[in-house]
């Protein structure tokens, strides 16, 4: 049996409520977010900024997708949507789309994919 909460304890929802000031989805431009966006960067962490939003800035220096971020920070989806939301309203992260499939339900490139293999039988 585990130990019950204490109510001072920001592990659950009062943690969540907190981070995002009591929102409970994105805005704007964020609104269109999903778990493939990537995210990107542009700035570095400032100081007293919030952790959360600076630990974004940190992981996405190299493109991250909204899911790999979430799995990172240990965040749900919406939440982590209202984090990115204050980054790309301030300019300090940058939303891009997935890359689409060249023909939908065709697959990957063949050719490709034979450039790829013939590289790594060489190796």
């Known amino acids: 049996m585990s130990a019950p909460r204490r109510p001072s304890d920001p592990s659950g929802l009062e943690r969540y409520y907190v981070l995002t000031g009591g929102r409970s989805g994105p805005g704007g431009s964020a609104s269109s977010l999903d778990v493939a966006t990537l995210i990107v960067s542009g700035a570095t962490p400032a100081p007293g900024m919030q952790h959360e939003h600076a630990e974004i800035l940190r992981r996405c220096r190299e493109p991250l997708s909204v899911a790999e971020l979430g799995a990172h920070l240990q965040l749900p989806f919406n939440i ?18 997935p890359i689409p499939a060249h023909d ?12 790829v293999l013939s590289g790594l039988q060489r190796l």
Do not use: F, H, T
């Open 80 to 97: 982590l949507a209202v984090l990115l939301a204050d980054l790309l309203q301030a300019g300090r992260v940058e939303a891009r789309d």
């Open 104 to 115: 939908a339900g065709r697959g990957p490139d063949l050719a490709l994919l034979e450039e």
